[in-house]
């Protein structure tokens, strides 16, 4: 069965520092990886998404991930977080051919000014 | 445009209740998921529709859940002799369903269930 891990429940960084968060899956075959992020009293939005091609992936906000398949990670990175990048942060598998997505616990982001 | 919407925002029940949970997709999208997200935890699939049809239902806990979708557009997830540990926030995702997996998924605000 597919599974992900975030390893890490909860990280605070200061207002401008880089940030990455980390995501591993466990799948027989190349998956399709997602990044969602969950603010408070806002519903979860795709940041960006990966199946195929160029392992490095841009997304909405200034994010970008990684696919590195010899370590099934999924790494989601920023150069430099905003106040309002404060949110939890969820990655996610589904199989190249069903829909059946399974979302990681999440990392929940502390943004310090 | 009008996204995802689901109703009650909020549900209070009493164990051993049937409850009822609405959600009313963005209009043309024939993929429809429902996923269950409890405190601290990540979503978790339940049921996925394209059009009126169950595509998928495998994450559904046992048989005291059940989803509709009659006319692919509105669904229904359905509870039935509810227990505390149903108690979680439901959400509902539309998709436009012509790319499968990698369509976009648009989240509702979610309905919270609560089983006293």
């Known amino acids: 069965a597919q599974s992900v891990t975030q390893p890490d429940i909860h990280i605070t960084v200061s207002e401008g520092a880089s940030l990455e968060l980390r995501c591993n899956y466990s799948?027989?075959?190349?998956?399709?990886l997602f990044w969602y992020v969950q603010s408070p009293g806002q519903g979860l939005q795709l940041l960006l998404k990966y199946f195929s091609g160029d392992t490095l992936v841009q997304g909405i906000k200034g994010f970008e991930a990684e696919f590195k398949r010899s370590q099934s990670s999924f790494n989601l990175r920023k150069p430099s977080v905003h106040w309002s990048d404060a949110a939890e942060y969820f990655c996610?598998?589904?199989?190249?051919?069903?829909?059946?997505?399974?979302f990681g616990p999440g990392t929940r982001l502390s943004v310090l000014p | 445009g009008a996204g995802v919407s689901q109703t009650p925002s909020n549900k209070v029940t009493e164990k051993g209740k049937y409850v009822e949970l609405r959600c009313d997709p963005i209009?043309?999208?024939?993929?429809l998921y429902w996923y269950r997200q409890s405190l601290g935890q990540g979503p978790e699939f339940l049921i996925y529709?394209?059009?009126?049809?169950?595509?998928?239902d495998s994450g559904l806990p046992n048989d005291r859940f059940f989803a509709v979708r009659p006319e692919g557009s509105v669904s229904t997830l359905k509870i039935q002799r509810t227990e505390r540990g149903d108690s979680a926030v439901y959400l509902c995702a539309s998709s436009p369903g012509a790319s499968g997996a990698l369509d976009t998924q648009y989240f509702g605000p979610g309905t919270r269930l609560t089983v006293l």
């Open positions: 529709f394209q059009g009126t049809g169950a595509a998928d």
């Open positions: 209009s043309g999208h024939t993929a």
């Open positions: 799948y027989g075959a190349t998956p399709y």
């Open positions: 996610a598998v589904a199989h190249n051919y069903g829909q059946n997505f399974v």
